[in-house]
């Protein structure tokens, strides 16, 4: 076996965005290109000489290859142990579960999350340091400047190993474990939640559930753990086994996306709580018989009821949501004398509060829930907390939420995402709206009376690091917002994400659909960023 000195030159368009390295698997497999990422994580994460990593993506087209490559780059550069998922797989909550659990050096995880898979869509590469959360901004930027410098990469010329088959091997001096990591993520869910009582609710025959885990990542985990560990039916489950193109579709739980589950929930012989979850397994999507739950209301639902759950009956100690989130959960930390903090988008922003144990749950908008027993969002970990309050409180889903609005208000929420726009034509909507706001401020739009109109900056309470520019906030006297901001796990042209919120405290006013409340308020989101002249979409791609 030699280490071979492999040269090369940089590419110029390695910045990670919100979460990793996302681009066309095409980019991809352009010689060198992966090679010079997984590089520069070695040049700049020196603790993995030595060291041991965790390595493992959502299974989609590419992420055997990268693998192999990967861990013949870690031989060469000197990495003790790597610990791979099984059949290369490792839901993203998984790989954060093993850093932590076997305190490794770090983890690459592969994986472009909800984006469609295949060879002609999306692959993804991402660094999560060793309290297994995405690296921070500080870090995926030493990476970012080491890719525009690097002129060669270290490889070794062994053969492909067996990724089918628990059990070790070497390449070199490099020991690789292959585990099956549903065993390890198993056990640190089954500490937090009662799984013999949700065994008991399932045993009662008085309720059912289905699972939709999107051809992607979840499959394996969901199978043993609703199936096998808490006794639902078989079949359950669906779309169960990871597929390379996720069946062809976009493997992201949203009703517009994970339609045969929401037909399950639907009608008389509807399931009483359905949940599906994408790509790489950290998002979630909660659904009662014929009832969606906002992902800001699942969070603000999660911390109010945090204390009637096993593995948080000894109380919180606050709560994050990402700035686009809306603000129920802001309205639960009030009441309960908890603090709330409002990071920007990407689950980085909460490793440090986590960390230094400001909060215990966060949660975005982006069908995202968490807490701190890992360092990503978890989507069977949301599933699981739903499933074991509705065992605890022996209520419907929807009696829940409504009961919720009751105590706190009702959090109208929606977004519109126009996707694949000009990113020239973009860029310059978010300028001429940032040159706006301060005309805005206290104007009145529509019968609106502006609060605040500002462009999002955050200093992190605990390293005063300062991410600015982070999306355009325009704020009511009402409580209603409106949000603007582009997305930055896109692989093609620009995304601009308009987020909705209105707020109804009046219980006798809490039954309108959603879209009427907020018809107002897509207007007045249209008209001032003037989305149809800009981007030339009368109409959003996607509306959640
Ligand atoms: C989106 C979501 C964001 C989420 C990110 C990664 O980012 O809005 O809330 O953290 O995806 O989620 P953006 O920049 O496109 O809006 V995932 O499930 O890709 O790890
Ligand atoms: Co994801």
Request: proline letters at 4%; hydrophobic letters at 35%; glycine letters at 10%.
């Given at each position: 076996?030699?280490?071979?000195?492999?040269?090369?030159?940089?590419?110029?368009?390695?910045?990670?965005?919100?979460?990793?390295?996302?681009?066309?698997?095409?980019?991809?497999?352009?010689?060198?290109?992966?090679?010079?990422?997984?590089?520069?994580?070695?040049?700049?994460?020196?603790?993995?000489?030595?060291?041991?990593?965790?390595?493992?993506?959502?299974?989609?087209?590419?992420?055997?290859?990268?693998?192999?490559?990967?861990?013949?780059?870690?031989?060469?550069?000197?990495?003790?142990?790597?610990?791979?998922?099984?059949?290369?797989?490792?839901?993203?909550?998984?790989?954060?579960?093993?850093?932590?659990?076997?305190?490794?050096?770090?983890?690459?995880?592969?994986?472009?999350?909800?984006?469609?898979?295949?060879?002609?869509?999306?692959?993804g590469?991402?660094?999560?340091?060793?309290?297994?959360?995405p690296?921070?901004?500080?870090?995926?930027?030493?990476?970012?400047?080491?890719?525009?410098?690097?002129?060669?990469?270290?490889?070794?010329?062994?053969?492909?190993?067996?990724?089918?088959?628990?059990?070790?091997?070497?390449?070199?001096?490099?020991?690789?474990?292959?585990?099956?990591?549903?065993?390890?993520?198993?056990?640190?869910?089954?500490?937090?939640?009662?799984?013999?009582?949700?065994?008991?609710?399932f045993?009662?025959?008085?309720?059912?559930?289905?699972?939709?885990?999107?051809h992607?990542?979840?499959?394996?985990?969901?199978?043993?753990?609703?199936?096998?560990?808490?006794?639902?039916?078989?079949?359950?489950?669906?779309?169960?086994?990871?597929?390379?193109?996720?069946?062809?579709?976009?493997p992201?739980?949203?009703?517009?996306?994970?339609?045969?589950?929401?037909?399950?929930?639907?009608?008389?012989?509807?399931?009483?709580?359905?949940?599906?979850?994408?790509?790489?397994?950290?998002?979630?999507?909660?659904?009662?018989?014929?009832?969606?739950?906002?992902?800001?209301?699942?969070?603000?639902?999660?911390?109010?009821?945090?204390?009637?759950?096993?593995?948080?009956?000894?109380?919180?100690?606050?709560?994050?949501?990402?700035?686009?989130?809306?603000?129920?959960?802001?309205?639960?930390?009030?009441k309960?004398?908890?603090?709330?903090?409002?990071?920007?988008?990407?689950?980085?922003?909460?490793?440090?509060?986590?960390?230094?144990?400001?909060?215990?749950?966060?949660?975005?908008?982006?069908?995202?829930?968490?807490?701190?027993?890992?360092?990503?969002?978890?989507?069977?970990?949301?599933?699981?907390?739903?499933?074991?309050?509705?065992?605890?409180?022996?209520?419907?889903?929807?009696?829940?939420?409504?009961?919720?609005?009751?105590?706190?208000?009702?959090?109208y929420?929606?977004?519109?995402?126009?996707?694949?726009?000009?990113?020239?034509?973009?860029?310059?909507?978010?300028?001429?709206?940032?040159?706006?706001?301060?005309?805005?401020?206290?104007?009145?739009?529509d019968?609106?009376?502006?609060?605040?109109?500002?462009?999002?900056?955050?200093?992190?309470?605990?390293?005063?690091?300062?991410?600015?520019?982070?999306g355009?906030?325009?704020?009511?006297?009402?409580?209603?917002?409106?949000?603007?901001?582009?997305?930055?796990?896109?692989?093609?042209?620009?995304?601009?994400?308009?987020?909705?919120?209105?707020?109804?405290?009046?219980?006798?006013?809490?039954t309108?659909?959603?879209?009427?409340?907020?018809k107002?308020?897509?207007?007045?989101?249209?008209?001032?960023?003037?989305?149809?002249?800009?981007?030339?979409?009368?109409?959003?791609?996607?509306?959640?």
């Amino acid at each position: 076996m030699n280490n071979n000195n492999v040269a090369s030159q940089p590419f110029d368009d390695q910045r990670p965005g919100t979460s990793g390295l996302r681009k066309k698997v095409k980019v991809f497999q352009t010689p060198h290109y992966l090679e010079n990422f997984v590089q520069a994580i070695f040049d700049t994460q020196t603790d993995l000489s030595g060291g041991s990593l965790v390595l493992g993506g959502d299974g989609r087209f590419y992420n055997r290859e990268a693998i192999q490559i990967i861990l013949r780059m870690a031989a060469a550069n000197g990495v003790a142990k790597v610990i791979v998922g099984l059949g290369g797989l490792l839901s993203t909550p998984a790989a954060s579960c093993l850093i932590r659990k076997y305190k490794t050096d770090g983890g690459i995880i592969l994986s472009a999350s909800h984006n469609p898979g295949g060879p002609d869509e999306d692959f993804g590469i991402k660094f999560n340091t060793p309290n297994g959360g995405p690296a921070p901004e500080s870090v995926t930027e030493a990476i970012f400047s080491r890719t525009k410098q690097i002129d060669a990469y270290r490889i070794t010329d062994h053969d492909d190993v067996d990724l089918d088959q628990v059990g070790e091997m070497r390449i070199g001096e490099t020991l690789i474990q292959i585990v099956d990591s549903v065993i390890d993520y198993t056990e640190l869910m089954a500490d937090l939640f009662d799984f013999e009582r949700i065994h008991q609710l399932f045993n009662s025959g008085a309720f059912t559930m289905c699972f939709d885990a999107m051809h992607a990542v979840t499959g394996p985990y969901a199978k043993h753990i609703f199936e096998e560990r808490l006794g639902a039916e078989p079949g359950t489950v669906i779309n169960s086994t990871p597929k390379v193109d996720f069946g062809g579709g976009h493997p992201d739980p949203n009703l517009v996306h994970a339609h045969e589950l929401v037909t399950n929930t639907q009608g008389h012989n509807g399931v009483d709580f359905g949940a599906a979850s994408d790509g790489d397994g950290d998002r979630n999507m909660i659904l009662g018989r014929d009832f969606f739950v906002t992902p800001s209301d699942s969070l603000a639902v999660i911390t109010a009821n945090a204390h009637l759950v096993k593995g948080y009956t000894s109380g919180i100690s606050g709560v994050a949501r990402s700035m686009p989130t809306s603000q129920a959960a802001d309205r639960v930390a009030e009441k309960l004398g908890l603090e709330c903090y409002e990071t920007p988008t990407g689950w980085k922003f909460f490793g440090n509060l986590l960390d230094a144990g400001k909060i215990t749950l966060c949660g975005e908008e982006s069908f995202g829930t968490g807490s701190n027993h890992i360092r990503e969002k978890d989507g069977m970990w949301a599933v699981l907390f739903w499933l074991n309050l509705l065992a605890v409180r022996q209520q419907s889903v929807e009696s829940i939420v409504r009961e919720h609005w009751k105590s706190y208000g009702r959090n109208y929420y929606t977004r519109y995402d126009y996707e694949a726009i000009d990113k020239a034509a973009a860029e310059a909507l978010m300028q001429s709206l940032g040159d706006k706001l301060d005309s805005l401020v206290d104007s009145d739009i529509d019968g609106y009376q502006v609060a605040y109109a500002d462009n999002f900056s955050y200093t992190d309470p605990v390293d005063s690091s300062i991410s600015s520019n982070q999306g355009i906030r325009i704020g009511f006297t009402d409580g209603s917002r409106i949000v603007f901001r582009l997305s930055g796990t896109g692989t093609q042209g620009a995304t601009l994400r308009v987020y909705l919120e209105a707020y109804e405290p009046d219980p006798q006013k809490q039954t309108s659909p959603t879209e009427e409340v907020m018809k107002p308020l897509v207007t007045i989101a249209q008209n001032l960023a003037e989305i149809a002249q800009r981007t030339g979409r009368t109409e959003p791609t996607v509306i959640t």
